[in-house]
């Protein structure tokens, strides 16, 4: 069973237009982030939900809207996507979010491509 | 906020040799210096994490070292086998959340 499954795999679409990307855990963990991962490799963190509330959410342009219905779930909507979005967006949980640590469980990952 | 750099970012290792990943941080408050290893077109995954009340920790062929003093941690891969080659990256936390390092891709060569 997938832990973090994050859907859709790979998403291919136009400029303009708006997508979603999907996320869900199986872990039973308190907090849900998103991080992009440019074509350099460099993972930056966009947000991270704790029990649904918003803790982090870093300088993202407001094209990037993420929604959390329950702890088990964070999705991001994409709206008016640009070239620049095109990068492999990474869902992750972690048991604890505040104030302790704990590690992160990666989902596979969405590969965006936008043309 | 904190900025981890990492070293290397390319390195090529003969297969049996040790390998060795350098991170410096800037916060001074971290506390947890996790390690990631992806593959191509995976995700990363963690593979030895350190908390700062510790300076060395191992797990077979992996071990890391700490310095809190020069704000330092390293990634020591011993007898390097041909499935070790991927992207590594190390990570610090301080507040809220895990600053990433740019990454090494480490390469094993037969």
């Known amino acids: 069973d997938t832990a973090v499954s994050q859907t859709p795999k790979y998403l291919v679409t136009q400029m303009g237009n708006d997508k979603s990307i999907k996320c869900e855990q199986n872990l039973g963990h308190d907090t849900m982030y998103w991080y992009k991962q440019d074509s350099k490799k460099f993972l930056k963190i966009m947000f991270s939900y704790n029990n649904k509330e918003l803790i982090i959410n870093e300088t993202v342009p407001n094209r990037f809207s993420p929604k959390s219905p329950d702890k088990a779930h964070l999705n991001l909507h994409i709206n008016s996507l640009e070239l620049g979005d095109s990068a492999v967006y990474f869902c992750?949980?972690?048991?604890?979010?505040?104030?302790?640590?704990?590690?992160?469980?990666f989902g596979n990952g969405t590969r965006l491509t936008v043309t | 906020g904190e900025n981890v750099e990492q070293h290397p970012s390319t390195l090529s290792v003969q297969e049996g040799d040790s390998a060795v990943i350098k991170c410096t941080y800037s916060?001074?408050?971290?506390?947890?210096f996790p390690w990631y290893k992806q593959e191509l077109g995976k995700r990363p995954q963690l593979i030895i994490d350190i908390r700062s009340n510790v300076g060395e920790k191992k797990d077979q062929r992996i071990a890391v070292t700490l310095n809190k003093t020069a704000k330092h941690f390293s990634l020591h891969i011993t007898e390097t086998q041909p499935e070790d080659s991927a992207v590594y990256f190390c990570?610090?936390?301080?507040?809220?959340?895990?600053?990433f390092g740019t990454g090494t891709r480490l390469t094993i060569i037969p």
């Open positions: 990570a610090a936390r301080g507040n809220e959340k895990l600053t």
């Open positions: 916060d001074s408050a971290s506390n947890y």
């Open positions: 992750a949980s972690s048991q604890y979010g505040t104030g302790r640590n704990s590690p992160l469980h």
